[in-house]
């Protein structure tokens, strides 16, 4: 939730309309919004979790399990889309952790015949 405008003190904010600022706010992880009180436009970060140094976020504890998230150690994750990059490169299919929302590669099934 955002916090009160600097300048009138009012916390709701409204939406704004999608244009070049927007896309560069959105570039740099922040939403661009605007101020229903005084019609000032707001700088709201997307992720708050994400801004804090990785020293301070939680260590990966089960990171070791395979077919895991690397970051978080949890089974939970979907398929991402591929970038153009990664298309051009023939790379593998991409998933995406839905905890800590870190993007890796596929895990492979493990062959327990061997």
Request: charged share 30%.
């Amino acid at each position: 939730m955002a916090g009160p405008c600097r300048k009138c003190g009012a916390e709701k904010t409204e939406n704004v309309h999608h244009g070049a600022l927007y896309a560069l706010a959105k570039l740099f992880g922040y939403r661009l919004r605007i101020c229903s009180r005084c019609h000032r436009l707001r700088l709201i970060a997307r992720h708050p979790e994400r801004t804090a140094p990785r020293a301070e976020r939680e260590p990966a504890s089960k990171a070791d399990v395979p077919g895991a998230c690397p970051r978080c150690g949890k089974k939970d994750f979907r398929r991402s889309h591929r970038r153009l990059w990664e298309r051009m490169f023939l790379r593998g299919p991409m998933v995406r952790c839905r905890a800590c929302h870190t993007r890796f590669p596929l895990p492979q099934p493990i062959d327990l015949e061997s």
